[in-house]
């Protein structure tokens, strides 16, 4: 498939976050503040590229010609935990500030459906994508995922200060406006052929 | 905590995709049809029984500094044996729940009630507990899945009830309505309680 | 019984416990749902050929066969075989591929059609699975033409779900292609000809190499050709690769339109088929096709037209009708790129165009069941 293609259907036409519904839980729970859904956008990018670099390598020659598919959802999580244990430690044992206001988001991620949904989204069909078009496809989804983080982030902070009912104030309010971006996004569809 | 209480909390006080908020992606994902939503609820239910209960009964050989990976291993052994299982009997729900069913690992609800619940109490609260939850999912998804199934199809269960060029509201169908759905029904189900309390 | 204190050994000791015996659980439980799982593929499969067929009493699934990527299944009823069903998709669909089932019965008539998967938008594309899909039942692809009615074929398409009507049609047409192609390799068969509509008063365009139709033409044996009468074989000596019979003797009429056949040497080098549209701008159009043994088109020219000069009559000239050499209409999908094809119409000149297209569809039609 052309990597144009991929990139523009997994940021806007397929986005991760507003057609297959993944990662609304931390969506909704995210601060106020831009840097932070940065870095929260930026994590987890980084330990989706690892690990769907390892699980292609893992399909390809290990689960495929062996038929054990099955295994694979127990294979994905395990490494998912995994890497991103490896990850933190590596990233606490640096003596960089930075790194470790990383290490508060993988407590979050690990469990998330953002990171095992892409996972499975990539290798949905077996291994339809090659190497690079699965390096892609990830960069792209999640991606797409950072900007609905950010502008909901920029969202949420105006929606503080309007008069919303009783009842809806909070998740029912921003529900909703993710809700109103998903049928915005939606717009986008049948651009590409 | 009578076995009575601790079963219908998970039902209507503790509802945990009204009231509680977890295990949004499923209640998004899979309610556009009655069906799914049926076989949705069920699978959970099946993997949230099973798991706590295997984890009730090994909770004193699992270390604590590795406990997350052994609640997330025996979570995804129960989740691959529900897929095994559907893909066996219900083909058909298993292919349109697609990739939602792996995902039912990562359903917060049985994280969250593996880390406090099983992990600390006996077997038949736990049980129980699990069960009241797993109903108060599955009927929380068949609740949403009705709603949009009727007015975005027209349908219930896949049967067709409208004429065959009646316009249906389709935005129920489609991503935008499971979250305007969702949100409504949190505001009003939170309201209803809310006022009952007082 | 108090928790296990938590180091090193002991953590690696419980893990390890733990998920062997939970795998052991796994494995003991996909072993058992193995064949189950397998049935229950299988006889969905079943269910989806049951329903595109009349009714059959042998497992299709048995004598499954594979030709790119489309999977073909033989229906069978005691030693006579009822029909053919054939699981074809395409990559056309709003939403990316879909697919779909289609019953052929053994003369290549549609029997009915069903969709398997799609991802077509709800309430539009989606409306495929309804009532829609059932004016292709019955149809024959050879002389229903399997595009939308706005691209100048048969078939209405859903409103506002064009491009989901077209890639259905494009996915019946793979398969049909496909069928005539690797199944029904037809013996040659002299079906009656149409009446020729010609107009005799049209003037022919200088540089179209034939001559004009009012000279004597001496009708070879078995059969008339209906479209158009040439009187010398050279006519052919651009369309077919170098033959050394007369192809206006070796004739015959497939699906009513001419075909001739060139050989050298008692083998077959191309067939020479003239074909019409009714679609040109200003009517019939009829053209001359050559197409090499191997089914890709040789040389394709405009024999008759009534196009605006200049501009429609440009389907004849070099720039227009060259991207036809060489290219197999199996792959080369013969449409104009606005509808969905790969054939860059002549700017300004579209019906001009879509008319060649549609006449050089017919040939390659009537090529295929020519051809043994």
């Not at chain 1, 290490?103 to 949904?117: E, M, N, Q, R």
């Not at chain 3, 077959?268 to 679609?279: D, E, L, Q, R, V």
Request: charged share 15%; glycine share 8%.
């Amino acid at each position: 498939m052309d990597l144009f293609k991929i990139i523009f259907l997994a940021i806007f036409v397929n986005n991760v976050a507003l057609t297959q519904f993944l990662g609304i839980r931390t969506m909704l729970g995210e601060s106020n503040n831009i840097a932070s859904s940065l870095r929260m956008g930026g994590i987890i990018m980084f330990l989706l590229i690892l690990v769907n670099f390892v699980n292609y390598f893992i399909l390809k020659y290990f689960l495929i010609p062996l038929q054990i598919q099955f295994f694979q959802l127990i294979i994905f999580i395990l490494l998912i935990i995994l890497i991103s244990q490896i990850i933190e430690f590596l990233f606490r044992k640096t003596n960089s500030k930075l790194f470790k206001k990383f290490t508060d988001y993988f407590s979050k991620i690990t469990t998330s459906s953002i990171v095992l949904g892409v996972c499975l989204l990539t290798f949905k069909n077996n291994i339809a994508f090659n190497l690079i078009q699965n390096l892609i496809y990830t960069i792209s989804a999640t991606a797409g995922y950072t900007l609905v983080l950010l502008v909901m982030t920029g969202i949420t902070d105006h929606l503080e200060l309007t008069r919303t009912p009783e009842g809806m104030k909070g998740i029912p309010i921003s529900l909703i406006t993710i809700g109103l971006l998903s049928l915005a996004f939606m717009g986008l569809t049948g651009i590409i052929k | 905590m009578g076995e009575l209480q601790n079963f219908s909390k998970g039902i209507l006080k503790e509802n945990p995709v009204f009231i509680m908020v977890l295990g949004i992606c499923p209640a998004l994902a899979v309610t556009t049809s009655l069906i799914n939503a049926i076989g949705m609820g069920i699978a959970t239910t099946f993997v949230l029984i099973f798991s706590n209960l295997v984890i009730s009964v090994m909770k004193n050989l699992i270390p604590d500094k590795i406990r997350t990976i052994i609640f997330v291993f025996i979570t995804a052994v129960f989740v691959t044996i529900a897929d095994l299982l559907m893909k066996s009997i219900f083909p058909e729900i298993n292919k349109a729940l697609g990739i939602y069913i792996p995902l039912i690992v990562v359903n917060s609800i049985i994280l969250s009630r593996t880390e406090i619940l099983a992990n600390k109490n006996k077997i038949i609260p736990t049980f129980f507990d699990s069960l009241g939850m797993g109903i108060g999912f599955t009927l929380a998804l068949m609740i949403m899945g009705s709603i949009r199934e009727i007015l975005g199809n027209g349908s219930i269960c896949n049967y067709v009830f409208v004429g065959e060029n009646t316009r249906t509201i389709l935005v129920f169908i489609l991503p935008p309505g499971a979250f305007i759905v969702y949100a409504y029904m949190i505001a009003l189900l939170k309201k209803s309680l809310n006022n009952n309390a007082q | 019984m108090t928790r296990i204190a938590s180091s090193l050994k002991i953590n690696i000791l419980s893990f390890s416990l733990i998920s062997l015996v939970m795998l052991a659980v796994l494995w003991l439980v996909y072993f058992a749902t193995k064949e189950f799982i397998k049935n229950a593929k299988n006889n969905a499969e079943l269910e989806k050929i049951k329903s595109v067929l009349p009714a059959f009493d042998n497992n299709p699934l048995d004598s499954a066969k594979t030709f790119d990527e489309l999977v073909f299944y033989t229906a069978k009823k005691g030693d006579s075989i009822i029909g053919f069903a054939c699981k074809t998709f395409t990559e056309r669909g709003f939403n990316g591929k879909f697919s779909l089932m289609v019953g052929f019965l053994p003369n290549g008539t549609i029997y009915k059609t069903i969709i398997l998967e799609q991802n077509e938008t709800p309430g539009f594309g989606s409306r495929m699975k309804s009532k829609w899909h059932e004016q292709f039942n019955g149809k024959d692809p050879a002389k229903y033409n399997l595009t939308v009615k706005k691209d100048g074929g048969d078939v209405d398409a859903i409103s506002s779900a064009t491009i989901s009507s077209r890639a259905y049609c494009d996915a019946i047409e793979t398969a049909y292609l496909s069928l005539m192609k690797n199944i029904l390799k037809k013996a040659d068969t002299v079906t009656t000809s149409e009446p020729s509509e010609t107009n005799n008063t049209v003037e022919l365009k200088k540089d179209s190499n034939i001559i004009k139709k009012d000279s004597v033409v001496a009708a070879p044996m078995p059969a008339k050709p209906a479209i158009f009468q040439f009187s010398d074989k050279s006519i052919f000596n651009d369309a077919i690769p170098a033959f050394d019979n007369d192809p206006l003797k070796d004739f015959k009429s497939v699906n009513g339109l001419d075909i001739y056949i060139g050989k050298k040497n008692g083998v077959i080098t191309g067939y020479a088929i003239t074909s019409f549209s009714n679609k040109g701008y200003g009517g019939k159009v009829i053209i001359l096709v050559g197409f090499n043994a191997d089914g890709s088109i040789n040389n394709t020219s405009l024999v008759q037209h009534n196009e605006t000069q200049g501009l429609g009559s440009q389907v004849g000239g070099p720039d227009f009708k060259d991207q036809f050499k060489g290219k197999n209409p199996a792959l080369f999908k013969l449409q104009i790129k606005a509808e969905g094809g790969d054939v860059d119409a002549v700017s300004g000149a579209t019906f001009s165009s879509r008319a060649f297209c549609d006449a050089l569809q017919k040939a390659y039609y009537a090529f295929l069941k020519a051809k043994k």
